[in-house]
């Protein structure tokens, strides 16, 4: 029982960018265009199904009541189940969770996955908080959201701020109010609980995947071709080593700490021994001269850029200057929709994020139906089917764009929009 009565709630926060829903809707738009979606689908697919806004109360460690405000978007399910991250945050906005949930739709869809799209998120600072609070918050979301939640019904995954620990106490408090051990109700589990193995390279695996696929479309070898990823973390520093060990030299990464630079390449094998031995932060590293403005990674001279950070980094003030003829999107919206144009006319070819970084999401479909299965599969067997479907993706993609004459990115909306408008004409509505 708590022992003072206070009640803090965060303060919602601005969005101080470029709009995400906004940003998503202006690309289904085109793609609902060319594929002359009529006006019922167009307003199904438009809207999310669900939006679950709930409040938690956790007592804090010093004994007060601490209010949070919690969101769960659905934004459909025609294709199956809801996948989706969530996210704990400060900045966590209802706006971006129902882009990111609509954005989940069309991820599952683009790789032909089973699932419809969902997102969540709470608006807190986990940094700032102890495990034991952040236990509680979670096993409090989960309470809150039994009824949405469930292996059938909607899978959360971890986004930022949440990893596999929280997946742990979600899995367990779900699994307590079920009554049954229910590992298939969330992904991104720790591997001695129903984790996946291959999950945490899967996505800058699908990175390097796709920069090959595309890199083989520009008539360009991998062992003459130069890159830039932005970010170091799970995205980033996967995608560097896999394409390093491609033999694609890689002359820029960053962090937070700042963007390096080694004309005759960077070994990726340092940079990841340093980050590891240096509180995850590239920071000193002294294979690469640090880059005075980080900035400029954006629009260095290489061939490959790889966003693999944050949202919003290509924009229409930076657009023009890019270099590189190839953009692969490791990051989710790397890109603001006022850019695109400008990149289009430059004729620079562009994997979008719900295709480059879908392999993320194909290998926890995979960690899910392990444990629907009961059984786990090897390395190998994830792999080849991963990079099986990433590739499959990417040519029906790539086709849509040459048939259609347009940029991948709106192909890639094009072939989701399609395949989950299909599926709604089969079920049907009310
Ligand atoms: P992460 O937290 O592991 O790594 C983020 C990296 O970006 C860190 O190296 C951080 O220092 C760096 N960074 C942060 N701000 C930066 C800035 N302004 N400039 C340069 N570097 C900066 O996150 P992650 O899981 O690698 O995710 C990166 C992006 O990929 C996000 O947009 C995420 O939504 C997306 N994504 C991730 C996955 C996944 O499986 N992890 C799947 C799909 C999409």
Redesign the pocket.
Known sequence: MATATAVYKEPAPKLDRENPLESMMSRFDSAADILGLDDETYEVLKAADKQVIVHIPVTMDNGKVRVFEGYRVIHNTILGPSKG?IRYDQHVHLDEVKALAAWMTW?CAVVDIPYGGAKGGIICNPLEMSAGEVERLTRAYTVALKDVFGPDRDIPA???GTGPREMAWLMDEFSKTVGMTSPAVVTGKPLVMGGSLG?TE???RGVMTSTLAALAKLNMQPENTSVAV?????????AAKLLFDKGLKIKAV????G?YWNADGINIDEALAYKNAHN???EGFSGATLMPD??E?LICDVDVLVP????D?ITEHNAADIKAKLIVE?????TSASADPIINDKGILVVP?ILA?????TVSYFEWVQNKQGFKWSLDMVTERADRIMTDAFNKVYDTSQKYKIPMRIAAYVVAIDKVAQTYKYRGGF
Do not use: C, H, Y
Not at 357 to 361: A, I, L, P, R, Y
């Open positions: 991250g991820k971890p986004d930022m999950r899967a996505t800058g932005q970010g170091f973390g799970n995205v980033g520093s996967w960053s962090d937070i700490s963007a995850g932060r590239l980080p900035s990674l693999a950070a944050v949202e980094v490791g990051a989710n919206g790397p994020d970084n879908s392999g993320g999401v």
